[in-house]
C-alpha cells in the first residue's frame, strides 16, 4: 500500500512536471511567432558583429555575409570568411577596394549597385553582381532585395541621389533584415513591410537626424531596430533620444545598442 502511494505521488508530479513544461513550449513559440503566421516555420536569427560605423559581419545559419567591407585586412583578420558582400554605396566608409581585395577572391560574390560594379571591375579578378534598385535576387538561398537610398533635404541632396546606391532587404527562412544604407527617411522606407530586424542610419549632414529616424521607424514597425551609421560631422548622434523616441511611439519595438564605434 505504501508503495502504491508512492508511486501514485510519482506519477501526479511527473503530469505536473510535464504540464509546465507545455505551458512553458507555448509561451516562447507563441512569443516568437507573428500574429498572421501560425504556420510559418522562421529560421533563426543571423549573428551580428559590429566592425565599425557601417561595416558589419552577419553570421546568418552559418552562411557569413559582410555589409559595406572598409578598415582594410586587419579589422577582419579574426574573422571567418565571407560567403557574399553585399555593399551599399561608393564613399569610402562603405567601398574600400584595398578591403575588398583583402577579403574576397573571384568566388566571393559581391553584390552592390552598378556604381560600386564598376569601381569594383576596374581591380579585375572579382566576382561581381550588379543589383539596380528595386530588384530581387537569390544567392545561396537568401533572397536580396535592393532598396533605395537618397537624400531628402535639398542641402544634402549632392550626397546620394537617388538611384546610386542600395540599402537592402535580405530573407532566409520568413525572415528579413533591412540594411538601409545612406538615407534619409524616404517613402520606400517608410513603407516596407514585415522586418525582424532593422539597420537604420542617423547622422548629419550626411543621412537624417535621429528624430526622421525615429518617425520612419514608426511607421514601418520592424520588431527590433539596431541604430547605426551614426557617427557625423559633429561627432556621434543622440542614439539614446532615438531609443527614446521609439519606445515613446511604440513599445513594440526594440531598440538594440551595439558598439560600432570601439575605441581601439
Ligand atoms: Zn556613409
Same mark, same amino acid.
Given at each position: 500500500m505504501?508503495?502504491?502511494?508512492?508511486?501514485l505521488i510519482a506519477i501526479i508530479a511527473l503530469i505536473g512536471c510535464k504540464q509546465n513544461q507545455s505551458d512553458a513550449d507555448s509561451d516562447t513559440e507563441t512569443s516568437m511567432r507573428s500574429p498572421d503566421t501560425t504556420t510559418e516555420v522562421v529560421g533563426p536569427d543571423p549573428d551580428i558583429t559590429p566592425i565599425s560605423h557601417a561595416t558589419m559581419i552577419l553570421d546568418w545559419d552559418g552562411t557569413i555575409i559582410y555589409v559595406d567591407p572598409v578598415g582594410g585586412e586587419?579589422?577582419?583578420?579574426?574573422?571567418?570568411?565571407?560567403?557574399?558582400?553585399?555593399?551599399?554605396?561608393?564613399?569610402?566608409?562603405?567601398?574600400?577596394?584595398?578591403?575588398?581585395?583583402?577579403v574576397a577572391d573571384n568566388s566571393v560574390p559581391i553584390i552592390g549597385p552598378e556604381a560600386v560594379g564598376d569601381e569594383l571591375r576596374s581591380v579585375g579578378n572579382l566576382k561581381v553582381i550588379d543589383l539596380y534598385n528595386g530588384d530581387t535576387m537569390?544567392?545561396? @538561398?537568401?533572397?536580396?532585395?535592393? =532598396?533605395?537610398?537618397?537624400? !531628402?533635404?535639398?542641402?544634402?541632396? #549632392?550626397?546620394?541621389?537617388?538611384?546610386?546606391?542600395?540599402?537592402?532587404?535580405?530573407?532566409?527562412?520568413?525572415?528579413?533584415?533591412y540594411i538601409s544604407g545612406d538615407t534619409e527617411d524616404i517613402p520606400e522606407m517608410r513603407s516596407l513591410k514585415d522586418i525582424d530586424i532593422a539597420f537604420v542610419c542617423m547622422n548629419l549632414p550626411y543621412t537624417m537626424t535621429v528624430e526622421s529616424a525615429a518617425d520612419a521607424v514608426l511607421d514601418f514597425k520592424p520588431k527590433v531596430v539596431y541604430p547605426y551609421h551614426y557617427r557625423g560631422t559633429d561627432?556621434?548622434?543622440?542614439?539614446?533620444?532615438?531609443?527614446?523616441?521609439? @519606445?515613446?511611439?511604440?513599445?513594440? =519595438?526594440?531598440?538594440?545598442? !551595439?558598439?560600432?564605434?570601439?575605441? #581601439?
Open positions: 505504501k508503495n502504491y502511494i508512492i508511486t586587419k579589422a577582419f583578420e579574426a574573422r571567418p570568411p565571407a560567403n557574399m558582400i553585399l555593399i551599399t554605396d561608393i564613399h569610402g566608409d562603405h567601398l574600400n577596394l584595398e578591403t575588398v581585395q583583402a537569390e544567392q545561396d @538561398g537568401f533572397k536580396i532585395e535592393a =532598396i533605395p537610398m537618397y537624400n !531628402l533635404r535639398e542641402e544634402a541632396k #549632392k550626397f546620394h541621389h537617388k538611384g546610386r546606391g542600395n540599402g537592402y532587404v535580405i530573407e532566409k527562412g520568413g525572415k528579413r533584415v561627432g556621434l548622434s543622440d542614439v539614446e533620444k532615438f531609443a527614446q523616441l521609439v @519606445g515613446q511611439g511604440n513599445a513594440d =519595438i526594440t531598440v538594440k545598442q !551595439l558598439d560600432w564605434y570601439p575605441t #581601439k
